[in-house]
């Protein structure tokens, strides 16, 4: 079967053949059959070789959310040292927009190429962008190294979430994704600590210098500790499988709707401009061709629709877009609420951010742990969408008067809720779709956290920039001109001072209240969410535990016990899979071929 037409336009007949209906069935067969034709890649670990893959994978999120979250400190002084004032959000938008178009490519590229090379790939990609916006002569060549960056940190991001899906078994998963959720939660609050040291101590480029190497470090770990049961590949058949004319059509929808998005409103793009509405016109024509692809051309689709059918995953997806929409308008402008209105610097008000790191890191561990033990999510999701809903609600009362140590215990609250929610809410889906999409959904769904980071951003530029025009006297209105960034108030008489701050309070209110009714629909999908709990009835005990260690001797069980189905309708707990045997079967047949664990340190004896 012909996986992808010639141009990105498609066959016209081919097209028109599909719409007429009565393909719905077959493509979703086709589909079906393709993902079963996937290379199973679970290699369940035991607890001393997982500890060294599971050390490395941390190192290697937490390296990629300092990278991502300390630039934003940058900004001003790269402005200045390269002369880009004018353009200086482009280093924050190229970024964006790379991470969110490559997220929901990395799935299938990785149940194509394997795990190990795409993430080792995207390692060594950040590792030689960074060190190349270290050297930036001009402001383009850190653009460009910068949209590099992203598309290198989105795979980062889902890799290692992917690879911890293959390593544990779905009951202990939890436990697992919560560290990696608490590793999140420590780069967003490393990153700016980092970056403001280097700005004040010795330049902005010392940040990319540290980074470089650093990673170079986790690609060695990788190389060696990682490991891969992948065959070897028919490159030509494999690439033939690659969806690119849902990539073509994807990208082109992504980079036209978020470049507006990101940049509307400014005083060089207002939102009537035509420029503004040709893109998002153009870009919504490409997002619909998009899941037209998806939906009926595409046989190993990028985002498969399928995903969308039960109530519990649509739900989940939609509170990925949400959530995402509220975190990141809380990293970006509660750092500004504090140097605006309270008058608090850069390095300062990062700190003072620490409490909801904290708080998020610190729950995002208990949760997976709670998961782990009592095989349960939908307490959690209910419960942190609820604290979060409380905290958005509380943070409103944020003005220019009120205690700092409030905002401080609100902050608390609301990381309490961001840490039950983030890596619970992959688990669960996971658990809710077959293991041959688990990859496609870590991707799906990071994605689409992404897209609703950049849209939220926009939506909160927009509004504190609204906002603080109309709080501001006619006489002042030009300091709305930028909404990332006050003026240096010792200018100002003591009066105007005043009412500048007053509307930095108002707009940053403005913004924490639009937050709230985001969180609260996240809450009500709750709903929606059935928890099937992370263990069937059919599980049977594995012979060796996960939490046994790599001194134990394997047992594989490969010939006595039927492996589940590929087009199993939901994901079960792989207890009773060889922890380093690779078992694979098609419809077929019935062979079983094994491949050690790139860590054992034992052979199989019935070798």
């Not at 960056?149 to 293959?166: E, Q, Y």
């Not at 590949?233 to 994807?250: A, Q, V, Y």
């Amino acid at each position: 079967m012909k996986i992808f037409a010639t141009s990105p336009f498609g066959s016209l007949s081919h097209v028109l053949s599909l719409v007429k209906g009565g393909s719905n069935t077959k493509m979703g067969r086709d589909t079906e059959k393709a993902e079963a034709a996937l290379h199973d890649q679970e290699q369940l670990l035991p607890k001393k070789e997982l500890l060294i893959v599971f050390g490395i994978m941390s190192l290697e999120l937490l390296v990629c959310f300092i990278d991502q979250n300390g630039i934003g400190v940058l900004l001003p002084d790269i402005a200045r040292d390269l002369n880009a004032s004018d353009t200086i959000s482009w280093a924050g938008t190229s970024t964006l927009i790379a991470n969110t178009v490559f997220q929901v490519l990395y799935g299938r590229l990785s149940d194509l190429f394997g795990r190990k090379k795409i993430l080792i790939s995207a390692l060594v990609l950040l590792s030689l962008s960074d060190l190349a916006c270290g050297l930036s002569v001009n402001s383009t060549m850190l653009y460009i190294f910068r949209g590099l960056a992203g598309v290198a940190n989105g795979g980062i991001t889902s890799l290692t979430m992917m690879i911890v899906s293959d390593i544990v078994t779905l009951q202990e998963r939890g436990k697992y994704q919560g560290i990696l959720g608490a590793m999140v939660g420590l780069g967003n609050a490393l990153g700016p600590l980092i970056a403001s040291a280097f700005t004040l101590h010795t330049t902005w480029r010392g940040l990319f210098y540290l980074l470089a190497p650093l990673i170079m470090v986790t690609v060695a770990g990788s190389w060696i500790f990682l490991p891969s049961n992948m065959p070897k590949l028919n490159l030509k058949e494999t690439i033939s499988k690659i969806d690119f004319l849902g990539l073509f059509w994807g990208t082109a929808a992504v980079i036209l709707l978020l470049i507006p998005i990101s940049s509307g409103g400014n005083a060089g793009t207002p939102w009537d401009s035509p420029q503004v509405i040709a893109m998002l016109v153009v870009g919504g024509v490409c997002l619909l061709a998009f899941l037209f692809s998806e939906w009926k051309l595409a046989s190993l689709p990028m985002m498969p629709l399928s995903i969308f059918r039960k109530p519990s995953v649509a739900a989940m997806l939609a509170q990925s877009f949400l959530l995402g929409a509220c975190y990141y308008s809380y990293l970006y402008f509660i750092p500004l609420y504090y140097q605006n209105v309270r008058g608090r610097t850069p390095l300062l008000a990062a700190c003072l951010q620490l409490p909801l790191v904290f708080a998020q890191s610190s729950f995002s561990t208990m949760s997976g742990l709670y998961m782990s033990r009592f095989n349960r999510y939908g307490e959690i999701i209910w419960g942190g969408f609820g604290i979060w809903t409380v905290g958005a609600g509380l943070l409103t009362l944020a003005d220019e008067h009120i205690h700092i140590g409030l905002i401080c215990f609100f902050l608390v609250l609301v990381g309490f809720g961001t840490g039950m929610v983030f890596q619970p809410t992959l688990v669960a889906l996971q658990a809710h779709c077959p293991k041959a999409q688990r990859a496609v959904i870590v991707s799906n769904r990071n994605f689409l956290r992404s897209s609703g980071g950049a849209v939220g951003l926009a939506v909160s530029s927009a509004i504190l920039g609204n906002v603080l025009k109309g709080a501001l006297p006619q006489r002042l209105h030009y300091v709305a001109q930028s909404t990332f960034a006050a003026p240096d108030l010792s200018t100002f008489s003591t009066a105007d001072q005043t009412a500048i701050k007053s509307a930095y309070a108002s707009a940053s209110r403005a913004v924490f209240i639009w937050c709230v009714p985001c969180v609260g629909v996240c809450f009500l999908l709750c709903s929606l969410i059935k928890d099937g709990g992370l263990q069937r009835k059919e599980e049977k005990e594995a012979a060796i535990p996960q939490n046994s260690d790599e001194n134990t001797p394997r047992h594989s069980i490969g010939d006595e016990e039927k492996r589940p189905s590929a087009e199993a309708p939901v994901e079960t707990d792989a207890r009773s899979k060889d922890l380093g045997v690779n078992v694979s079967h098609s419809p077929d047949s019935t062979d079983v071929s094994r491949k050690p664990s790139a860590l054992s340190l034992k052979s199989d004896s019935s070798r």
